[in-house]
């Protein structure tokens, strides 16, 4: 049986450990963080997925998947760490270079290294190559190497591992066909095969795409409300034309992609890549806007020191992942304001932010304005007229378009939504 040395077992790593495991390869998965490895060693799951409890289990009741804190001999070798971005908007290269770095004593005539990681376009020929030169293996010959990006979307990960294509970028073309063969004993979808820095390219400028979207989207929400149009209307009557599809509005861009991946090609040509910073700038100042508009609520509501209630802190729906949430900025700036503020996510089980409290009955009790800013299913399914008694002054805000407007204005709301200018009083 072939080994696979996986390191790094966060939101891509894990997934993509135990889908070989439960493919006929035996795999060690490694990570730095001992309390990962600890629970993991213990069957127990770090991170929230649809579908990867049930995928460790098998693997650890075959024998196929180990873990530790060190890497060890194997046939392949997947990095698929972190690659974020610094305070200054560059990328952050040193969890790629201590992986790299951590399996060159392990590397034998033959190996393949694969880099799930996303980066910036070159760092595999101008990061990775020269530590893995360090083996004195030859490059394309003696030692295999490619990228192959992670493209799921957390929340889907295991039917997106399998059905969406894969892009392989080689060394040179024996890198890409080794790489294939590995990964076609669960992936159903179409293999393109392309060069290294190319793949590159392609997975950054896949996010960058969603994101210049969205940031066009949140223009259009704003000139909506002033315009007295629903941007959620207009969006999706302009999307049923067949070349149009345009993306949602929202309190901002979160999570460690689409929020991050943009800046690697904003920081490499800052001249030419205008619009893509613009559309940075314009996400990264959503959660402000958002909290403009509370501010600007409670002052149109004649409510002074308001109790708000904020609904939802992960990043997006249904997913417990609060890494660069909007969320939390919304949250970090109204903690700066005059008012009484508490937060609630069913997601998040442990507190993160003072705000934060368990019970939605708590959150909702005596609050003068519910603010929506994460569409999960279980405050779309939030019955109005169960928490309209609840409350001091039954007012929401709704930045994700997630609550029907006249179910909430039947239990007494008065509903308030980003982008609609429509019933907005907010012009
Ligand atoms: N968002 C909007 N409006 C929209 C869609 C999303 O405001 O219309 C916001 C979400 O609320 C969230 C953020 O954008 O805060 C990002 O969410 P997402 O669902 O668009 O993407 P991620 O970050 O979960 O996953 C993306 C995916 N990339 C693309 O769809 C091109 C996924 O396929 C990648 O694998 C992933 O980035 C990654 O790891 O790079």
Redesign the pocket.
């Known amino acids: 049986m072939k080994k696979i040395c996986v390191i790094g077992l966060g939101y ?1 790593g894990l997934p993509t450990a135990v889908m070989f495991a439960n493919h006929g390869y035996q795999v060690l998965g490694v990570d730095v963080s001992e309390r990962a490895i600890n629970l993991l060693s213990k069957g127990q799951v770090h991170i929230e997925e649809p579908g990867l409890q049930g995928y460790l289990n098998n693997a650890l009741e075959q024998g196929t998947f180990t873990v530790s804190t060190t890497p060890e001999e194997a046939d392949m070798f997947i990095v698929a760490v972190p690659s974020p971005i610094t305070a200054e908007k560059t990328a952050d290269m040193k969890y790629i270079e201590s992986a790299t770095a951590s399996i060159v004593p392990f590397l034998k005539k033959g190996n393949l290294v694969v880099l799930e990681s ?1 980066v910036p376009p070159r760092t595999v020929m101008d990061v990775m190559i020269p530590i893995l030169e360090q083996s004195k293996l030859e490059m394309g010959i003696e030692l295999f190497i490619s990228h192959s990006p ?5 929340g889907k990960v295991f039917e997106e591992l399998v059905n969406n294509s894969r892009i392989i970028g080689g060394f040179n073309l024996e890198s890409a066909e080794r790489t294939k063969e590995f990964y076609q004993s669960f992936v159903k979808g179409e293999f393109h095969i392309t060069d290294v820095t190319t793949a590159e390219m392609v997975k950054v400028i ?2 960058t ?2 994101d210049v979207n ?1 940031a066009f ?1 949140n223009e259009l929400a704003k000139m909506s409300e002033n315009l007295g149009v629903n941007a959620w209307e207009a969006i999706s009557l302009a999307n049923h034309h067949p070349r149009v599809n345009i ?4 309190p ?4 460690h ?2 929020a991050v ?1 943009p800046w690697f090609l904003v920081e490499k040509q800052s001249e030419l890549a205008k619009i893509i910073y613009l559309s940075r700038v314009t996400n990264d100042g959503m959660p402000k806007f958002t909290v403009e508009k509370i501010l600007e609520i409670s002052r149109l509501n004649q409510i002074d020191n308001p109790r708000v209630c904020v609904l939802g802190l992960t ?2 729906a249904n997913i417990d992942d609060i890494r660069e949430s ?1 969320s939390m900025d919304i949250v970090k700036q109204l903690s700066h304001e005059d008012i009484d503020l508490v937060s609630f996510d069913p997601h998040v089980k442990e507190n993160k932010v003072p705000s934060q409290t368990q019970g939605f009955d708590e959150a909702i009790t005596d609050s003068d304005i519910v603010v929506i800013l994460t569409n999960h299913d279980y405050f779309t399914k939030i019955n109005p007229h169960n928490i309209a008694e609840l409350m001091n002054h039954p007012i929401v805000l709704d930045t994700k378009n997630a609550i029907d407007r006249k179910q909430w204005e039947d239990a007494g709301f008065t509903v308030y939504k980003l982008g609609d200018g429509k019933g907005n009083p907010v012009q």
Do not use: S, W
């Not at 992670?150 to 957390?154: A, D, G, M, S, T």
């Open positions: 891509i996303t992670e493209r799921v979307i957390p896949e996010n795409f969603r969205i989207a993306h949602y509005p929202g901002g861009v979160g999570g992609c689409i991946d990043f997006k909007p």
